[in-house]
C-alpha cells in the first residue's frame, strides 16, 4: 500500500447480472430504472457505491442482491495493496512448470498453482487487427477465445505508463498469492518474447497472444482465468464533460468521473491518476479470486 488515507468499503459490481429488477434497483442509486439497466449492462467490474460505514455498504449489497445484481464488497485498502505489474520478458512451458523471465530474475510456477488471471484486450486493438485477421492461422482459436468472453517497460510498470486509450497493449495479469502477499506478473503483447510458444509460435503478435492466453489456461486447470475485460471498450478522460446519445451523463464512480478520482485520492492518493484498464484488472482479480 502506497499510503492509505481514509478506510472505505466499496461496493463493487461484479457481471454478469440475472435479470435484475431494475425499478427495485434504481432508489440506491438515485438513477432512473433505465440508466441502472445502462450500468448492469456493462460488463466489467466497476464501483458503484462506497462508503466509510462499512454496515452501510452491507446493507446496500443485501439489498441489491435480492434485486438480482450481482456485487461484492471490497475493503479499499484491499484495492490499493495490489502491486504494480512486474513485467514478463519471456517465458517457457516444460511438462509440469511455467517459467517466467523478469528483468533481473526467473520465478518458475507449478501447474497446479492456484493463480488468478486477467486477460485484457483493448476493443481497439482487436479493430486494429480484424481486417488482417480473416485469413490467419488463429482465426478460429480468436474466435473461441473471444466468445468464451475473454489487458510497460522492462522491470515493474507504473500506473503512470497506462493512462489513456491509445498504446494499451493487450496482455494477461498473473496474480499469485504467497503467505497472504499478492504479486502480479503480466504477459504484455508487446513487450513479450513469444518464442518460448515453440512450434505454436505464429508470426504476428496479436495471434501469439490469443495463442498464449490458451495454452496458459489449458496447462492452469485449477487457475481461474477472468475474461471480462475482453472487448474492452476505454473511457477517455478528455470525455469527462462531453455528452452523446451514446454515453449520456457519466454518474456515480464511473471511471473519468470528478467522484471516482476523489474516492481514489481518498483511498490512497497513488490511486487518483490510476487509469481504467489497471482499475479493471484490480477489480477483476478482487471479484474472482
Given at each position: 500500500?502506497a499510503g492509505?488515507?481514509?478506510?472505505?468499503t466499496?461496493?463493487?459490481?461484479?457481471?454478469?447480472?440475472?435479470?435484475?429488477?431494475l425499478?427495485?434497483?434504481?432508489p440506491?442509486?438515485?438513477l432512473?430504472?433505465?440508466e441502472?439497466?445502462?450500468k448492469?449492462?456493462?460488463?466489467?467490474?466497476?464501483i458503484?457505491?462506497?462508503?466509510?460505514?462499512?454496515?452501510?455498504?452491507d446493507?446496500?449489497i443485501?439489498?441489491?442482491?435480492e434485486?438480482g445484481?450481482?456485487?461484492?464488497?471490497?475493503?479499499?485498502a484491499?484495492?490499493?495493496?495490489?502491486?504494480?505489474?512486474?513485467?514478463?520478458?519471456a517465458?517457457?512451458f516444460s511438462?509440469?512448470?511455467f517459467?517466467?523471465?523478469?528483468e533481473?530474475?526467473e520465478?518458475?510456477?507449478p501447474f497446479?498453482?492456484?493463480?488468478?488471471?486477467?486477460f485484457?484486450?483493448?476493443?481497439?486493438?482487436?479493430?486494429?487487427?480484424?481486417?488482417?485477421?480473416?485469413?490467419?492461422?488463429l482465426?478460429g482459436?480468436?474466435?473461441?477465445?473471444?466468445l468464451?468472453?475473454?489487458?510497460?517497460?522492462?522491470?515493474?510498470?507504473?500506473?503512470?505508463?497506462?493512462?489513456?486509450p491509445?498504446?494499451?497493449?493487450?496482455?494477461l495479469?498473473?496474480?499469485?498469492?504467497?503467505?497472504d502477499?499478492?504479486?502480479?506478473?503480466?504477459?504484455v503483447?508487446d513487450?513479450?518474447?513469444?518464442?518460448?510458444?515453440?512450434?505454436?509460435?505464429?508470426?504476428?503478435?496479436?495471434?501469439?497472444?490469443?495463442?498464449?492466453?490458451?495454452?496458459?489456461?489449458?496447462r492452469?486447470?485449477d487457475?481461474?482465468?477472468?475474461?471480462?475485460l475482453?472487448d474492452?471498450?476505454?473511457?477517455?478522460?478528455a470525455?469527462?464533460?462531453q455528452?452523446?446519445?451514446?454515453?449520456?451523463?457519466?454518474?456515480?464512480?464511473?471511471?473519468?468521473?470528478?467522484?471516482?478520482?476523489?474516492?481514489?485520492?481518498?483511498?490512497?492518493p497513488?490511486?487518483?491518476?490510476?487509469?481504467?484498464?489497471?482499475?479493471?484488472?484490480r477489480?477483476?482479480?478482487?471479484?474472482?479470486?
Open positions: 500500500m492509505v488515507t481514509e478506510k472505505f466499496l461496493l463493487v459490481s461484479d457481471p454478469p447480472h440475472k435479470e435484475p429488477d425499478a427495485a434497483a434504481a440506491h442509486f438515485g432512473t430504472a433505465a441502472v439497466r445502462m448492469a449492462n456493462y460488463p466489467i467490474p466497476e458503484w457505491l462506497a462508503d466509510t460505514d462499512a454496515e452501510k455498504i446493507a446496500s443485501d439489498s441489491l442482491r434485486t445484481l450481482s456485487v461484492r464488497s471490497i475493503e479499499g484491499a484495492l490499493s495493496a495490489i502491486p504494480d505489474q512486474t513485467i514478463v520478458k517465458f517457457a511438462d509440469s512448470t517459467t517466467m523471465t523478469l533481473d530474475n520465478v518458475t510456477l497446479d498453482e492456484a493463480t488468478v488471471c486477467v485484457c484486450q483493448p476493443r481497439e486493438a482487436i479493430g486494429e487487427e480484424s481486417s488482417r485477421s480473416a485469413s490467419s492461422p482465426s482459436l480468436s474466435a473461441r477465445v473471444s468464451a468472453g475473454l489487458p510497460g517497460s522492462t522491470g515493474r510498470a507504473s500506473m503512470a505508463g497506462l493512462q489513456e491509445g498504446g494499451q497493449s493487450p496482455h495479469d498473473i496474480y499469485v498469492s504467497h503467505d502477499k499478492v504479486v502480479r506478473y503480466a504477459v503483447q513487450k513479450a518474447d513469444f518464442a518460448g510458444l515453440g512450434e505454436l509460435q505464429l508470426p504476428r503478435a496479436v495471434d501469439n497472444m490469443v495463442m498464449f492466453v490458451a495454452e496458459f489456461e489449458d492452469f486447470k487457475g481461474a482465468l477472468d475474461r471480462r475482453m474492452m471498450q476505454p473511457r477517455s478522460r470525455m469527462v464533460t455528452r452523446t446519445a451514446h454515453t449520456g451523463v457519466r454518474k456515480g464512480y464511473s471511471f473519468a468521473t470528478a467522484a471516482l478520482s476523489q474516492l481514489l485520492d481518498s483511498i490512497d497513488a490511486m487518483k491518476d490510476m487509469s481504467q484498464f489497471e482499475l479493471a484488472s477489480l477483476a482479480y478482487l471479484t474472482s479470486r
